[in-house]
């Protein structure tokens, strides 16, 4: 989209919101993350796109033409420009505020603020606003693990590999012990969408992202797995593979939700 007026909008970046792939800080699953945006939580999911009007003022756009945001995002990571202009019959939502920090802002407009609501009307949706960074909750615990998911490699090489299943060294963990329980119960009764999602990690391996409440767990399907509690601030707990863990891992990985191939 391009601005020629305080209508128009300047398109910063957008992000998925599928039963695959959506933005954590939304919530545990899918329908939850739609939930917070006040979306139906239909299974072809939404794109987001995040922008400023003329004025300045945030605007998260939600569009139901999630093949052109996913295209657009795709040629972004490539270094390629792409000029994403969702059509008006295909705009599901637009809502004040970004759910997201974004360190950028559009040139040559005010700076980022939330907008008005207009003269005589009613305020609607609360301005959307990133979730605060300063106290540990649901949505820092879930930001915890998708920066492990980011940054493997870096976290695994802190492990020993001969770590512990239930225990990384340490006293018996309530908390690890009832996010097993939850995850071996997902494979009998399979969550809501977006609770386990699979995506393509080295070899024949997959990368594992589980959620639940509480919990979340970031793993690879050939190796250990990584653990933050609500209940343990800032704590990464790595779970060791055991005798149980890989059999668990490939019966959530069978169930999961993938992204479109």
């Not at 997201?100 to 005010?110: I, R, T």
């Not at 959620?211 to 990464?236: C, H, K, N, Q, Y």
Request: aromatic share 6%.
């Amino acid at each position: 989209m391009t601005a020629e007026d305080d209508d128009a909008l300047y398109v910063l970046t957008a992000v998925l919101l599928t039963p695959a792939q959506f933005p954590s800080v939304l919530g545990d699953d899918y329908p939850e993350a739609c939930a917070a945006l006040g979306l139906e939580p239909y299974a072809e999911g939404y794109g987001l796109v995040l922008g400023q009007d003329g004025t300045g003022a945030r605007w998260t756009v939600a569009t139901d033409d999630v093949t052109l945001v996913a295209c657009a995002i795709a040629a972004w990571d490539c270094g390629m420009e792409y000029d994403l202009s969702p059509g008006d019959s295909s705009i599901a939502a637009a809502l004040p505020g970004w759910p997201l920090v974004l360190a950028v802002s559009a040139p040559g407009v005010p700076a980022p603020h939330d907008p008005e609501p207009e003269p005589g009307q009613e305020a609607g949706h609360a301005p959307l606003v990133p979730p605060d960074t300063e106290h540990w909750g649901p949505a820092q615990r879930r930001m915890g693990a998708d920066e492990i998911a980011l940054q493997w490699a870096a976290w695994r090489e802190q492990v020993d590999g001969d770590v512990e299943f239930v225990e990384p060294g340490q006293e018996p963990n309530s908390g690890i012990r009832k996010a097993l329980a939850d995850m071996r119960a997902y494979v009998d009764r399979p969550p809501p969408p977006g609770r386990i999602r699979s995506a393509f990690a080295s070899g024949e391996a997959r990368a594992l992202r589980v959620d639940g409440p509480g919990w979340s767990m970031v793993a690879r399907t050939d190796d250990i797995a990584f653990l933050l509690l609500d209940d343990e601030p800032g704590e990464v707990l790595p779970v060791g593979r055991g005798p149980e863990l890989p059999g668990l891992l490939k019966a959530l990985d069978d169930i999961a939700v993938r992204p479109a191939a």
